[in-house]
């Protein structure tokens, strides 16, 4: 292009600097990001059956202080670029346990999110979970698909779901643009993925963005059945759907890698892929 250009007398090096310029607008951006999302740890609820939702805003118990320092020293050596938490006392407190291990976590700030909340479970919270499969068996459905009364539809969770993914990736693509990072490596096209070998690297081995989310239980039950139903996300090789969709356990792993394209009308999730779902391996001793 500069041979051409120059080879035209009326062709300032200004006029080629605005043709690189536009050229470098108007292409394709791609960006590759991580997404490890973390179950909080055991609560004394959880240890009892007892539904909290978004009204019982309860600590970690002993054994849910252990699992998220489980999980810290599982995934101090992984690289992350940002944190978002749910803004209950639980989550947090497991995020605080992850990030106090992390080496890349030392310059991040958490940020809070209220989007990220538990599934409301109306006048159901604080009692049994039995008590609510009870209810939903006499309803006719199933207990995860069962509202009770004044609490969240799983709609209503999906519909968080997609707004905090929304703005989660819009805020990433714009700090990365910020550091400069758009001429670099967000115009690079994805690498194959490694084989997974059962590390908690998998996945995101050098990868420089990488968000961790700590979440809720049936929160993350909505987001996974989001991504392999409406986004098409292939579950890992052998997987069983039923299993992968299911509840996390507490201080539970799972891991996806998404695809970004920058267009004209702004940031589209164009592909996204599952890791794993409920890695347990850090607390299986616990």
């Known amino acids: 292009m500069r041979g051409l250009f120059w080879a035209t007398s009326w062709v300032t090096p200004e006029l080629v600097l605005v043709a690189v310029r536009a050229l470098n607008f108007t292409s394709m951006k791609v960006l590759k990001l991580g997404l ?10 959880n ?9 019982i805003d309860s600590g970690l118990s002993e ?5 998220a320092e489980a999980a810290g020293r599982y995934l101090k050596d992984v690289l992350f670029s940002n944190v978002f938490v749910s803004d209950m006392l639980r989550a947090r407190q497991t995020a605080e346990a992850i990030m106090r291990q992390n080496r890349s976590c030392c310059g991040l700030r958490m940020v809070c999110d209220p ?8 006048i159901a919270e604080g009692g049994h979970i039995k008590d609510v499969r009870e209810m939903a068996k ?7 698909d069962f509202t009770p009364p004044e609490g969240e539809t799983q709609d209503q969770v999906k519909e968080r779901v997609e707004r905090f993914l929304d703005k989660m990736l819009r805020r990433i693509w714009d700090e990365r643009r910020r ?3 758009e001429d670099d490596r967000a115009e690079r096209a994805p690498a194959e993925a490694p084989p997974d070998e059962g590390t908690a690297e998998d996945g995101v081995g050098g990868t420089p963005l990488h968000a961790l989310v700590v979440t809720h239980g049936a929160y993350m039950c909505v987001a996974a059945r989001y991504f392999v139903e409406e986004l098409r996300c292939p579950l890992p090789p052998g997987s069983d759907k039923a299993a992968m969709l299911s509840i996390s356990p507490n201080a539970g792993l799972c891991r996806f890698i998404l695809t970004l394209r920058k267009e004209e009308g702004g940031v589209e999730l164009s592909h996204v892929r599952c890791v794993f779902m409920h890695r347990r391996d850090h607390i299986r001793s616990l």
């Open 115 to 122: 989007l990220l909340k538990e599934r409301s479970f109306g």
């Open 138 to 144: 006499a309803a006719g459905q199933t207990f995860p």
């Open 47 to 55: 240890k009892e059956g007892l539904l909290q939702g978004q009204t």
């Open 36 to 45: 490890t999302l973390v179950r909080h740890g055991e609560t004394q609820y």
């Open 63 to 67: 054994i849910g202080l252990q699992q």
């Open 179 to 181: 550091d400069g990072g």
